[in-house]
DNA sequence: CTGTTAGCGCCTTCAA
DNA sequence: TTGAAGGCGCTAACAG
């Protein structure tokens, strides 16, 4: 039933040429007169006639594109990163296939494995966890493979990802610069590296200040890091604990959960506490202009574009190069006091 | 300097073999001992082998993947629209090649073609607007093609989109329901036909039931809806003309932009007036929960998925069969007034 | 400048 | 159950 698809034999046979000067006039190669291409053009024209990819790909052994996976395509952060890394691929002459993992693992190994066979020159991806490193390990040996979260140095595996204690510290001592006091810690999920690294070096930054500091936990977990902010900020306010002067949300998203729990409870921000958060994400939210610690979401992946080309062109690049952390840097907007 | 791929006729040589049983062995197809299976596949996995797709595709004509082209991968709505239709798309067996045309009338036609070019058996297409009725008729020849809003019925052009109209009536009806006497529509942009059918749908449901109504117009643009919306609404108040009691916002996205204004100019929703927007959209917005009317999204994709996947297929539908306005339903939240 | 030919990696008859 | 051979649509030498 499906209608059989133009070839370049048939437009061969209709406008006269053999299959050879089909292939110039379309790709533009020397070695065919100009009023023969535009000859045989015109035919292609007329019968809609569309280059079979594949076949193209098949046999140059290229296909000029690259893969993107990302967790979740819902979220504000996760949905500009790919749009950040679909230009700089662009630039570059690169196509992308987006994927969505879903933040299941399973998910993931799926993309990775539909990426691989699909030809795909390189692979941008921001694992899912920890457990992402084993399916990563079983393809890179296909395809160059970035990661955009930090992975164990043993694993050798390459990544662009933020200086998340560089953050971490950046984040608390603007807290403290802006006359903070008694600081806590809110939506730590102990599964993500960054919110390791962020809640560790908040501790050490406040301890080093002797600034009384302690990380909120609570074992409740959540699909979003926005209902697990807004969870536990829930939890606290409930729990009628003390009220600290100084807050850092463990990311943005988990920020606007707080945000959301203190419109119920009638918490104001800043002017019952200063709020900061990680990450930068470019929501249009009408309540709050949150101050953030972030690497510039699109010098991120340029760089790790960049990386992933050079692999693809075989360079051969140390740990030093081919592990790269970006350092953050404070957007100050309104959810804290003035100093 | 890349590491060349291994082939199937690797894989053969290594197994003593013949390429034919190594296919075999793969698909799982009939035609091999178990015990000869067993033996190629661990070859296979010895020599981390993965087939190639592309060529595989080419020979059996048949690529098991749709694409999908939406206009802006940043915004919630067409966010939650992808993952819907990407489901559909998984639970029928088809993969998915996701496209960001960025509301872009080049950057959509561009990726059109590339995914002609790529052998995607279909297409579902979010369009940018009334000129992508061109480019749509281009590569409808190739390949099925269903667009998610209304295209003009002598277009011929397929698609499954919400009843707009019916979509008016019911945010104004309920507006008047609630007790609002005195009804604004803001954000209209008329090159969007959803708009234009919203707009006039309210004009003439508050005609019949004699309250007065307007639709707010100014000419001022925006990339997106949130900011439209912020502008207008702005405008609005600045002009100091008599506040409505009632608004509905030419979209959610839009109304998230009126309630920034309203929040910069101290204005209380649903105390100073109540507001109603369309479309749905998840945002977890911590300062509003905005009263809509929408269709289900997921209802809409599985609908639009479906009547590819027959187009696919071959059947001959007819117009009726393929011209698809869903009945769109009030979501009630908070933003309007208790009646 | 043009055409012929040999594959790209894989699946699928067709014989054996 | 197995293998040889042809071809999917295209590009890239190589001849002419």
Same mark, same amino acid.
């Given at each position: 039933?499906?209608?059989?698809?133009?070839?370049?034999?048939?437009?061969?046979? !209709?406008?006269?040429?053999?299959?050879?000067?089909?292939?110039?006039?379309?790709?533009?190669?020397?070695?065919?007169?100009?009023?023969?291409?535009?000859?045989?053009?015109?035919?292609? !024209?007329?019968?809609?006639?569309?280059?079979?990819?594949?076949?193209?790909?098949?046999?140059?052994?290229?296909?000029?594109?690259l893969?993107?996976?990302?967790?979740?395509?819902?979220?504000?952060?996760?949905?500009?990163?790919?749009?950040?890394?679909?230009?700089?691929?662009?630039?570059?002459?690169?196509?992308?296939?987006?994927?969505?993992?879903?933040?299941?693992?399973?998910?993931?190994?799926?993309?990775?494995?539909?990426?691989?066979?699909?030809?795909?020159?390189?692979?941008?991806?921001?694992?899912?966890?920890k457990?992402?490193?084993?399916?990563?390990?079983?393809?890179?040996?296909n395809?160059?493979?970035?990661?955009?979260?930090?992975?164990? !140095?043993?694993?050798? &595996?390459?990544?662009?990802?933020?200086?998340e204690?560089?953050?971490?510290?950046?984040?608390?001592?603007?807290?403290?610069?802006?006359?903070?006091?008694?600081?806590?810690?809110?939506?730590?999920?102990?599964?993500?590296?960054a919110?390791?690294?962020?809640?560790?070096?908040?501790?050490k930054?406040?301890?080093?200040?002797?600034?009384?500091?302690?990380?909120?936990e609570?074992?409740?977990d959540?699909?979003?890091?926005?209902?697990?902010?807004?969870?536990?900020?829930?939890?606290?306010?409930?729990?009628?604990?003390?009220?600290?002067?100084?807050?850092?949300?463990?990311?943005?998203?988990?920020?606007?959960?707080?945000?959301?729990?203190?419109?119920?409870?009638?918490?104001? &921000?800043?002017?019952d506490?200063? %709020?900061?958060?990680?990450?930068?994400?470019?929501?249009?939210l009408?309540?709050?202009?949150?101050?953030?610690?972030?690497?510039s979401?699109?010098?991120?992946?340029?760089?790790?574009?960049?990386?992933? %080309?050079?692999?693809?062109?075989?360079?051969?690049?140390?740990?030093?190069?081919?592990?790269?952390?970006?350092?953050p840097? %404070?957007?100050?907007?309104?959810?804290?006091?003035?100093?």
């Open positions: 039933m499906r209608k059989k698809q133009v070839t370049i034999k048939d437009i061969a046979r !209709e406008s006269g040429f053999s299959i050879a000067s089909v292939s110039r006039a379309l790709n533009g190669t020397e070695g065919i007169s100009p009023e023969n291409r535009k000859k045989i053009l015109e035919v292609c !024209e007329h019968f809609a006639y569309t280059p079979n990819g594949l076949a193209r790909s098949l046999v140059k052994r290229l296909t000029q594109t893969g993107i996976i990302m967790p979740d395509i819902m979220s504000p952060f996760y949905s500009e990163l790919m749009v950040k890394a679909s230009d700089a691929a662009h630039k570059r002459g690169y196509r992308v296939l987006l994927c969505n993992s879903f933040r299941e693992l399973k998910s993931e190994e799926q993309y990775l494995k539909l990426l691989v066979e699909n030809q795909v020159e390189g692979i941008l991806i921001f694992p899912v966890g457990m992402s490193e084993a399916s990563i390990m079983k393809y890179i040996r395809v160059p493979i970035v990661s955009l979260n930090e992975m164990t !140095e043993q694993s050798g &595996i390459p990544y662009v990802c933020a200086d204690e560089c953050a971490g510290r950046i984040a608390t001592e603007h807290l403290i610069f802006k006359g903070c006091r008694n600081l806590m810690f809110v939506g730590f999920k102990p599964e993500r590296l919110h390791r690294y962020r809640a560790a070096s908040f501790l930054t406040a301890r080093e200040k002797h600034i009384p500091a302690r990380v909120y609570c074992g409740t959540f699909r979003t890091s926005f209902e697990r902010g807004y969870d536990h900020f829930r939890q606290f306010l409930i729990s009628g604990e003390a009220m600290p002067d100084g807050i850092v949300a463990a990311s943005d998203d988990t920020a606007n959960g707080i945000v959301k729990a203190c419109k119920e409870y009638g918490k104001r &921000i800043p002017k506490f200063s %709020l900061i958060g990680f990450d930068n994400i470019s929501a249009e009408p309540y709050i202009e949150l101050t953030t610690v972030a690497v979401h699109e010098v991120q992946m340029e760089t790790a574009v960049n990386l992933l %080309l050079e692999m693809i062109g075989g360079s051969h690049l140390t740990g030093h190069q081919s592990r790269i952390k970006l350092e840097k %404070l957007v100050e907007r309104c959810s804290c006091k003035g100093a």
